[in-house]
């Protein structure tokens, strides 16, 4: 089995043609669009839970240094095919993930439910995403 194939398996990650990926709304920057209360980033018309904003700047951004180190080490463990450096790597995103707020119990204490990687027009987010030109499936 090739690698490349064996990441796209070991990941999980599907893969998209340009022509399939469903458009959607990106800020100016070309960054993804948020939710108004700033809870959720939108990709692929899925949202997914941002990272605390009440975080210092500095403080987020060593997370991000943390989990992008990891992420990377993930990647070099798949190459390498060395199931316990794999393990260690994948350990040490979802630490990443859990301080910066992304998993784990959610950051906002409103007792609104997480919807983490809910299809946005099937949350409480569907009119707003319509009302702004997000991807509806066909």
Known sequence: MAPSHKRAIRSGRATWSTSTRPSEPRLADGTPAKTPDGRYIIIRGRLWRAANPHLSETEREALVRDLMAARRDVGMA??????????????????AKLALGERG???WNDGAPDQNRTFVHNSTYADWWAAHGGATPS
């Open 78 to 95: 798949i190459r390498a095919d060395d199931a316990a450096a794999e393990k260690k790597a994948r350990a040490r995103v979802h630490a």
């Open 105 to 107: 119990p959610v950051w």
